[in-house]
T-cell receptor, first 112, second 115 residues
Framework: GAVVSQHPSWVICKSGTSVKIECRSLDFQATTMFWYRQFPKKSLMLMATSNEGSKATYEQGVEKDKFLINHASLTLSTLTVTSAHPEDSSFYIC????????FGPGTRLTVL | AQTVTQSQPEMSVQEAETVTLSCTYDTSESDYYLFWYKQPPSRQMILVIR??????QNATENRFSVNFQKAAKSFSLKISDSQLGDAAMYFC????????????FGGGTRVLVKP
């Protein structure tokens, strides 16, 4: 079946640096990508929605200048956490949606 | 806006027994979808079962079945013959085209399976 990959699966970075997370749909075209954030023992919270070739739509309270989302192709979306701080440490999950929809395996971000 | 509520933070079940997880939701839409997702320790989200709101028949998937009560806006999940591998977080979720195909999640229920 369809698979969605995320890279990296785990990243540790220093405060103030930027981190890019990739989400790829491997065998189907994802017209829409959703990015979620999950804190420990909490539920998934939608951060933003991106349609291929368009600017992302951010949920209320999510800083668009901090969490840059690019969806340049039907198989790739990226989330860049700019100037990361310890409070950005979290688990980030993408969901690719087209004719099918699947979650990526997630990326654990730790900011020191 | 749609909301999804899971009132049970944690449920414990004996292996081979049955456990039921509750979920209620709030919406003004008539056409929508409801899901149960499993999140094991690996944190990969796994679709367990899906229900279309226009279907009266409750969805079943092997040992997993739902009790969908549209008027009451209730969508419970029953896990029969529980296995050790069923231990995980379970999330109820709501989706609709009118809402932009966004998934709205409940707070989750942790299922513990005792051998």
């Amino acid at each position: 079946g369809a698979v969605v990959s995320q890279h990296p699966s785990w990243v540790i970075c220093k405060s103030g640096t930027s981190v890019k997370i990739e989400c790829r749909s491997l065998d189907f075209q994802a017209t829409t990508m959703f990015w979620y954030r999950q804190f420990p023992k909490k539920s998934l919270m939608l951060m933003a929605t991106s349609n291929e070739g368009s600017k992302a739509t951010y949920e209320q309270g999510v800083e668009k200048d901090k969490f840059l989302i690019n969806h340049a192709s039907l198989t790739l979306s990226t989330l860049t956490v700019t100037s990361a701080h310890p409070e950005d440490s979290s688990f980030y999950i993408c969901r690719a949606s087209g004719n099918e929809q699947f979650f990526g395996p997630g990326t654990r971000l730790t900011v020191l | 806006a749609q909301t999804v509520t899971q009132s049970q933070p944690e449920m414990s079940v004996q292996e081979a027994e049955t456990v039921t997880l509750s979920c209620t939701y709030d919406t003004s839409e008539s056409d929508y979808y409801l899901f149960w997702y499993k999140q094991p320790p690996s944190r990969q989200m796994i679709l367990v079962i899906r229900q279309e709101a226009y279907k009266q028949q409750n969805a079943t998937e092997n040992r997993f079945s739902v009790n969908f009560q549209k008027a009451a806006k209730s969508f419970s999940l029953k896990i029969s013959d529980s296995q050790l591998g069923d231990a995980a977080m379970y999330f109820c979720a709501y989706n609709s085209q009118a809402a932009g195909n966004k998934l709205t999640f409940g707070g989750g229920t942790r299922v513990l399976v005792k051998p």
